[in-house]
């Protein structure tokens, strides 16, 4: 079956400092992971999508990474900052039968606090 | 480009009663999402559509629920009768393919309807 798994499940950390997510993965066939990031009341809004070749990606302070091999990625937050309080969610599609299908991870809840 | 529009925002009805909610997508998107979330189980993807033929409707509940896309801009969730497990925050995405990839781009979503149902 396949599944993301994402953790912590919340987080608090202090402004400036550095943070790291983790993504666990057991989609088959794997065709991309990407990182979402929703605040409170919005839709989430994609950060980075990454295929089977590509083991890093970075979108500002935001650096995902990805370990194909052993099907795991992180989300690396530098010099956090109080709008990078919200929900980071892990999604990984595969193909199958001539057509995406995507799991989603649960989520972490990142608070970043003065 | 204004997004991908939904409407209502918020929708409070009662058992029983037909709901719809809908989504304009982003012009020259070729796919089209929905997706249900709760804070039980997170964000589900509902059902799909590429160029305006559903593609995958696994994630669709029961026969409650139904959606279509009579053109590339404009889709329908319909859930009728609705429950008061219905409530959730219904999103709608779009997106276009990623050449190359055998996959879709990214995807941007709505402000989403929150569904209330008592």
């Known amino acids: 079956k396949n599944q993301v798994e994402q953790s912590p499940q919340s987080l608090i950390i202090l402004e400036g400092k550095n943070c790291t997510l983790q993504?666990?993965?057991?989609?088959?066939?794997?065709?991309?992971l990407r990182w979402y990031k929703q605040d409170t009341g919005r839709g989430p809004v994609s950060l980075t999508i990454m295929t089977f070749s590509e083991n890093t990606k970075s979108n500002g302070r935001y650096t995902a990474t990805l370990d194909a091999d052993t099907k795991q990625s992180s989300l690396h937050i530098t010099a956090s900052q109080l709008s990078d309080s919200a929900s980071y969610i892990c999604v990984v599609s595969s193909n199958s039968g001539g057509y995406q299908k995507v799991t989603f991870g649960t989520g972490t809840k990142l608070q970043v606090i003065p | 480009d204004a997004g991908v529009i939904q409407s209502p925002r918020h929708e409070v009805t009662e058992m029983g009663q037909e709901v719809t909610l809908r989504c304009k997508p982003i012009s020259g998107h070729d796919y089209l999402f929905w997706y249900r979330q709760t804070m039980m189980r997170g964000l589900e993807l509902l059902i799909y559509f590429n160029n305006n033929v559903p593609i995958d409707d696994s994630g669709m509940p029961e026969d409650r629920f139904s959606a279509k896309m009579p053109n590339a801009s404009f889709s329908t969730l319909k859930i009728q009768p609705s429950e008061p497990r219905d409530s959730a925050v219904y999103f709608c995405a779009s997106s276009r393919w990623l050449a190359g990839t055998y996959s879709y781009n990214e995807q941007f979503f709505g402000p989403g309807t929150r569904l209330t149902v008592l």
């Open positions: 993504c666990n993965y057991t989609v088959s066939p794997f065709s991309n």
